[in-house]
C-alpha cells in the first residue's frame, strides 16, 4: 500500500485530497495543526498539533514517520491575507512568506530521509505566484509568496531529480473553501479529482512544471 502525506488537511482541499486518495486505497497521513471532526472519521491517519512554520513541530512529525516510507507528500499547507498598496500590513506579508514558502521548504527538507526513488513531491501553489499572469496587482503578501514557493519547488526538481524524485507546482484552481469565503468557481472535490490527476502524470521529465488542476501549463 502507498503513503500519501498531506499538511494543511483537516479541511477544504486538503481534506478533499485525503479523501481522494483514500478512494484510491493509499494509506493516508493527515498532517495539521487542529483536526477537524471530519478528518479524524476520513480514515487517515491523523497527526494534529502539528504547526509547520514551528521547528520543533517539523522535528516532531519526523518522529512520528521515522518508521514511514512516503511515496507522495503534499505539501498543502497554506494562508491567505488580503492587502492593497495603500492598506499593507508588513507582519501579515511575513507570516504569508513563513507558512506558503519557507515551511514548506522545511517540511520538504526534513522529510527527504522518508522520500525514496520513484516518489513524488506536490506543491499546492497558486496561479497568483505568476508574475506573467499578474494583470490585476494587490496581494502583495500572497503573490510574493507563493512566487517564492515556486522558486523552492523549482529547485527542489532539479536537486532531486538524481534521485529519481519528481515535483509539480499545481494550482488548485478558483476553489471554494473558507480561506475565499467560498466564493469559488469549483468544490475541494473537484479541485482534487484534478490536482491527483496531475499528480498521476507527473515524472521525471515534466517534473518543475507548474500546472492548473485542469491540466494547463500555466507561465511563470
Not at 8 to 24: E, P, S
Amino acid at each position: 500500500m502507498k503513503t500519501a502525506v498531506i499538511t494543511g488537511a483537516n479541511r477544504g482541499i486538503g481534506l478533499a485530497l485525503c479523501k481522494a486518495y483514500l478512494a484510491q486505497d493509499w494509506h493516508v497521513i493527515g498532517v495539521c495543526r487542529t483536526a477537524s471532526d471530519e478528518l479524524k472519521q476520513s480514515g487517515a491517519r491523523v497527526l494534529g498539533n502539528i504547526d509547520i512554520t514551528k521547528a520543533q513541530d517539523v522535528e516532531k512529525l519526523t518522529r512520528e514517520l521515522r518508521d514511514t516510507n512516503i511515496d507522495l507528500l503534499i505539501n498543502n499547507a497554506g494562508i491567505l491575507r488580503h492587502d492593497n498598496l495603500h492598506a499593507l500590513d508588513f507582519n501579515d506579508i511575513n507570516q504569508q512568506f513563513l507558512v506558503n514558502a519557507e515551511s514548506q521548504l522545511r517540511v520538504t527538507e526534513a522529510l527527504l530521509p522518508h522520500i525514496t526513488g520513484g516518489s513524488k513531491i506536490a506543491f499546492i501553489t497558486s496561479r497568483m505566484g505568476s508574475i506573467a499572469d499578474n494583470t490585476s496587482g494587490g496581494y502583495y503578501g500572497y503573490r510574493m509568496s507563493k512566487a517564492a514557493l515556486n522558486a523552492a519547488a523549482v529547485s527542489l526538481a532539479h536537486d532531486l531529480k538524481p534521485r529519481n524524485i519528481a515535483v509539480a507546482l499545481l494550482h488548485p484552481g478558483y476553489v471554494q473553501t473558507a480561506m475565499v469565503n467560498f466564493g469559488g468557481d469549483i468544490s475541494a472535490e473537484e479541485s482534487a479529482e484534478g490536482l491527483q490527476q496531475r499528480i498521476a502524470e507527473l515524472t521525471l521529465t515534466n517534473s518543475g512544471g507548474f500546472w492548473h488542476s485542469n491540466g494547463t501549463l500555466l507561465p511563470w
